[in-house]
């Protein structure tokens, strides 16, 4: 999985400013190692403006009874069938080669690789059918790493997960959920939430017909 990315960089300052500084100037945490984040076309939600649309209530009413609760990382006692169903979900979705059960495995046990704290959890019927990894402050979050179980989880439920996950932040107090990158024509349904932002490579914008158009445009 290939991203637009117009700068890189390393930090070793992890405090919750810093890192809130970093995402505020478009930086996202990467998978590649400790502290680095790429500039990206990143998305957010301003929170102090969300409100759930007609669509979002649909979703939600049709994965009603899905539930999440968050864990820390690093997870103890690894389950190896994480991974195998996050290198599952991501082939399925994207290609061969595109995530890695031991990159999968590196997030989530093993601290001094990885810049994600946080693991969600997401269950039908107390069974766990879906996962994302993502980096938590008291200021943010960013949805990083979802992945779910293509075979038995329910229709929508990729939605599902995402809109309950802002939800949850607004009401734990965040002020913005980063929700990735915009990259291409398979990004368009990040655009779909009140109160999106989006990076232009200098400053956040809210006219979402001009971003509509640049992805239109990308391969």
């Given at each position: 999985m290939?991203?637009?990315?117009?700068?890189?960089?390393?930090i070793?300052?992890?405090?919750?400013s810093?890192v809130?500084?970093?995402?505020?100037?478009g930086?996202?945490f990467?998978r590649l190692s400790?502290g680095t984040?790429?500039?990206?076309?990143?998305?957010?939600?301003d929170?102090?403006k969300?409100?759930?649309s007609?669509e979002n209530?649909r979703?939600l009413?049709?994965?009603?009874e899905?539930r999440?609760e968050?864990l820390?990382?690093?997870?103890e006692?690894?389950?190896?069938k994480i991974?195998?169903?996050?290198?599952?979900?991501?082939?399925?979705?994207?290609?061969?080669?595109?995530?890695?059960?031991?990159?999968i495995?590196?997030?989530?046990?093993?601290?001094?690789k990885s810049n994600?704290?946080s693991?969600l959890?997401y269950?039908?019927?107390?069974a766990r059918?879906g996962y994302?990894?993502?980096?938590v402050s008291?200021?943010?979050?960013?949805?990083?790493?979802p992945f779910?179980d293509?075979?038995k989880a329910?229709?929508?439920i990729?939605l599902g997960?995402m809109?309950?996950t802002?939800?949850?932040?607004?009401?734990?107090?965040a002020?913005?959920?980063?929700?990735?990158?915009?990259?291409?024509?398979a990004?368009?349904?990040k655009?779909?939430?009140a109160?999106?932002?989006?990076f232009?490579g200098?400053?956040w914008?809210?006219?979402i017909?001009?971003v509509k158009?640049?992805?239109n445009?990308?391969?």
């Amino acid at each position: 999985m290939s991203y637009l990315s117009w700068n890189e960089t390393t930090i070793t300052d992890f405090s919750d400013s810093n890192v809130s500084k970093m995402y505020a100037d478009g930086y996202v945490f990467t998978r590649l190692s400790r502290g680095t984040m790429i500039q990206t076309r990143s998305v957010r939600i301003d929170l102090s403006k969300f409100g759930l649309s007609s669509e979002n209530r649909r979703i939600l009413k049709k994965t009603d009874e899905l539930r999440s609760e968050a864990l820390v990382l690093p997870v103890e006692n690894y389950d190896f069938k994480i991974g195998k169903l996050a290198k599952d979900f991501y082939t399925m979705k994207f290609g061969e080669g595109t995530m890695s059960a031991q990159k999968i495995k590196e997030m989530l046990s093993s601290p001094e690789k990885s810049n994600f704290n946080s693991l969600l959890v997401y269950s039908v019927l107390n069974a766990r059918i879906g996962y994302a990894i993502c980096y938590v402050s008291a200021e943010l979050i960013h949805y990083a790493y979802p992945f779910y179980d293509l075979v038995k989880a329910p229709k929508d439920i990729g939605l599902g997960m995402m809109i309950r996950t802002i939800v949850n932040a607004k009401q734990g107090g965040a002020k913005h959920a980063y929700l990735g990158s915009l990259q291409n024509k398979a990004s368009l349904y990040k655009l779909q939430f009140a109160g999106l932002e989006w990076f232009d490579g200098k400053a956040w914008q809210t006219n979402i017909e001009i971003v509509k158009k640049l992805l239109n445009t990308s391969l």
